[in-house]
């Protein structure tokens, strides 16, 4: 693991990432598309290679030294995960290949239970992993999908909210942070809103994972969703947290080995949590390279961490409001780390063209959120997002690169 450093140094935090150290087209990288993927340390690097040459061996099943050891430091990273989010129990920490695959297992769960008259309840600001997934869980059961809309700035409308949850909601599934917008919302008291009314809730914590702080038990939800490579770690990871209660006779995702508790011919009896819920071999190269991604992020003062991200987006704010013909989309009272906007007269695939021929990676497109676009009124929009290796000096690069792809477009 990374010696730990004792205070925030953003040039010693930078050098633990090779991929920031290199030139495009002749400039530096200017890595600013971190809500898509954050770039990944030395430590998870080192920490994947470490599994494939020091005991590359499958987990759970064998008798031998390497896959004792590659079972000690798998069941590690479920201790490692379980305390980040702060669960209460270890079994509730679910491997899946990311937040896609942990809320279809959910979706097929619950689906298996929707009915004609039953209700689901998300929000317009939705990615579409946590809206297709719905659309056809209802479609399958014939309940219903209803749409919680927002104000124009970003934010969710909470009251609007309140008055769709009925006593047909079974559940309610919605961002931690929007990745389209950055809007933060307020997880908790829509939780509580919720469960009086006696839904289940499901967060989606792809973008809320990566700033740090999340508790699942002080929010409360049910289940909580989110992918290990936008939190420094590997490609292909992720969790579904749930609440023990819930999912130890929630319907099995998928069949195989490991899950099982007897086999015959005739018949299959399951596991116990977290088993019956991880079928198969799993990617333990990239659990641990997760776990060494949490702890490479734990060095940090969490409070210095989202003061840093915090003055990035200040800063980004401030430098567009005297930018001429910039608009900023998403101005939510309470938002995190995504600054998107459009440029007059340019489409942001052509703006996200120009700023990589200058060495600055952004997002253009829908972001997933092709329903959120429209309510917007937008084809789609570039996306800068930050993440703690970002630096002033990069925002003020993504400007000077907006000012010659202005003049190029103009």
């Not at 290949?97 to 279809?104: D, K, L, M, P």
């Not at 959910?106 to 946590?130: F, K, S, Y």
């Not at 609440?243 to 399951?270: C, F, H, N």
Request: aromatic share 8%; with cysteine; net charge negative.
């Amino acid at each position: 693991m990374t010696a730990a450093i004792s205070h925030f140094d953003i040039d010693a935090i930078r050098a633990e990432f090779p991929i920031l150290q290199q030139q495009i087209e002749g400039n530096p990288l200017v890595y600013l598309d971190n809500a898509a993927t954050t770039q990944k340390p030395k430590a998870v690097i080192q920490a994947i290679t470490n599994y494939y040459t020091q005991c590359n061996a499958n987990v759970h099943r064998g008798a031998h030294h390497l896959a004792d050891e590659a079972t000690r430091r798998f069941e590690q990273a479920r201790d490692t995960v379980a305390a980040f989010i702060r669960a209460n129990d270890r079994s509730e920490v679910i491997w899946t290949s990311g937040t896609t695959e942990a809320i279809n297992i959910v979706a097929n769960g619950i689906g298996q239970r929707l009915q004609p008259g039953d209700e689901v309840l998300v929000t317009e600001m939705e990615h579409h992993a946590n809206l297709v997934t719905w659309q056809q869980a209802c479609k399958r059961s014939g309940a219903s999908l209803k749409v919680a809309p927002i104000h124009d700035n970003g934010a969710l409308d909470t009251a609007a909210f309140t008055r769709l949850l009925t006593d047909n909601t079974k559940l309610v599934a919605l961002p931690h942070v929007s990745n389209a917008l950055g809007t933060v919302n307020p997880v908790k008291t829509l939780t509580a809103e919720a469960h009086a009314k006696g839904a289940l809730v499901l967060i989606d914590g792809a973008q809320g994972i990566a700033h740090g702080g999340v508790d699942v038990s002080d929010i409360g939800c049910d289940f909580y969703a989110f992918s290990g490579h936008k939190l420094f770690g590997p490609t292909g990871v992720g969790v579904l947290w749930g609440k023990k209660a819930v999912l130890q006779d929630w319907p099995v995702w998928q069949t195989g080995g490991e899950m099982i508790a007897r086999v015959t011919y005739q018949e299959s009896t399951w596991g116990e949590l977290p088993n019956r819920l991880e079928a198969g071999t799993p990617n333990i190269a990239g659990v641990i390279g997760l776990a060494a991604a949490i702890d490479w992020f734990n060095q940090f003062d969490l409070t210095a961490v989202q003061a840093h991200e915090r003055r990035l987006l200040d800063y980004a704010t401030e430098q567009a409001h005297s930018f001429d013909g910039l608009q900023i989309v998403g101005t939510a009272a309470d938002k995190i780390g995504v600054f998107s906007f459009l440029l007059e007269g340019s489409h942001p695939a052509d703006v996200g063209f120009l700023l990589d021929k200058q060495g600055i990676a952004i997002r253009t497109g829908s972001h997933c959120a092709q329903p959120l676009m429209q309510r917007l009124g937008v084809p789609g929009t570039a996306r800068a997002s930050f993440s703690v290796y970002n630096t002033l000096q990069e925002v003020d690069a993504l400007f000077i690169a907006l000012k010659k792809a202005r003049q190029m477009l103009a």
